[in-house]
């Protein structure tokens, strides 16, 4: 049991459960079945001129996945079974990579943007609706604002309390 082994069972049982699949691989593999593809091959030529994290999205058969991959250094308790490789302590022994499936997380993604747009929606529509109502309110208020008659029996609007009421009423005029 050593630790490379471990990390490949964890990721070749759990892998598709959230559509991340996991891998740990080298230029010189112990294992041929963690030999590098393509894209591995150019990140761990970049990890040995001093990259330390790639992460890009790719398309796989027509479908996005965000490809990341991390540098695996080698420390002295590596070097027990990896020594004999050449490897000594701090050299990049290889990377330990993902690749996630990001169709689910554009769904999810595209799902919240329409749960956005109909709440956006819904509250514009609202303020729309109560800014009109206020409006009919106030001029409604204006309307109805009877003459007062004053204590000298004439008849006209009694000006502080008409400013109250036209204030209390036109609140939410903008
Ligand atoms: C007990 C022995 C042992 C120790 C300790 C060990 N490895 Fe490995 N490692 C292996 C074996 C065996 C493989 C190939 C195993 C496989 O994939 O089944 C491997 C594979 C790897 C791989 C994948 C590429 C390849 O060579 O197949 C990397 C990267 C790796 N080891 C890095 C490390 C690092 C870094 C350390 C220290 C933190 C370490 N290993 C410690 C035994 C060991």
Same mark, same amino acid.
């Given at each position: 049991m050593n630790p490379a082994y471990m990390v490949r069972q964890?990721?070749?049982?759990?892998?598709?459960?959230?559509g991340v699949r996991g891998r740990i691989t080298s230029?010189?593999?112990?294992?041929?079945?963690?030999?590098?593809?393509?894209?591995?091959?150019?990140v761990l030529q970049s990890f040995d001129k001093g990259a330390r994290n790639v992460a890009e999205l790719v398309t796989v058969d027509g479908? /996005?996945?965000l490809r990341a991959m991390r540098a695996f250094m080698t420390e002295k308790g590596c070097l027990k079974c990896?020594?004999?490789q050449g490897y000594k302590s701090a050299d990049v022994r290889g990377g330990? @990579?993902?690749?996630v499936m990001m169709e689910p997380y554009l769904a999810v993604e595209r799902a919240e943007a329409r749960t956005l747009n109909i709440t956006h929606g819904g509250i514009?529509?609202? @303020?729309?609706?109560v800014s009109g109502s206020c409006r009919a309110a106030a001029q409604n208020a204006s309307r109805?604002?009877? /003459?007062i008659p004053t204590p000298a029996g004439e008849? @006209?609007?009694?000006? /502080?309390?008409?400013?109250?009421y036209r204030r209390r009423n036109l609140r939410c005029r903008p």
């Open positions: 964890m990721q070749e049982n759990f892998s598709d459960l959230y230029l010189k593999p112990l294992n041929p079945h963690n030999a590098p593809d393509e894209w591995e091959i150019r479908k /996005p996945y990896h020594g004999h330990v @990579g993902a690749y514009w529509l609202l @303020g729309l609706v109805s604002a009877k /003459p008849r @006209g609007t009694h000006p /502080p309390v008409a400013r109250l």
